[in-house]
């Protein structure tokens, strides 16, 4: 299983990202797929996640700024980010399940600042 991760980069406080995390391989059966971050010295959180069923859920500290979203037919998500925050700067990893285990992409940074 491949998970590839991309759209991170520098953003102005207030802007807007699209992170995408596409997922290849032995991925039959994929059910969840989320999204976590890492700050700089701050243990990994979780920020979003879908099923397959559409149910997404959001953390407080992202809700009403992020959506979660995904392409079943591209095995697919995304993180459509806006109203950035210099807090939300971090490593952002896309997370998949498929029949009860586990595995992570690579990560893209995303970093607020003007």
């Known amino acids: 299983v491949q998970l590839q991760a991309s759209g991170g980069g520098l953003v102005q406080p207030g802007g807007s990202l699209r992170l995408s995390c596409a997922a290849s391989?032995?991925?039959?059966?994929?059910?969840?797929m989320g999204w976590y971050r890492q700050a700089p010295g701050e243990q990994r959180e979780w920020v979003a996640d879908?099923?397959?069923?559409?149910?997404?859920n959001y953390a407080d500290s992202v809700k009403g700024r992020f959506t979660i979203s995904r392409d079943n037919a591209k095995n697919t998500v995304y993180l459509q980010m806006n109203s950035l925050k210099p807090e939300d700067t971090a490593v952002y990893y896309c997370?998949?399940?498929?029949?009860?285990?586990?595995?992570w992409g690579q990560g893209t940074l995303v970093t607020v600042s003007s």
């Open positions: 997370q998949i399940g498929v029949k009860g285990r586990v595995y």
């Open positions: 879908s099923r397959r069923d559409g149910t997404r």
């Open positions: 391989g032995s991925i039959f059966g994929l059910d969840y």
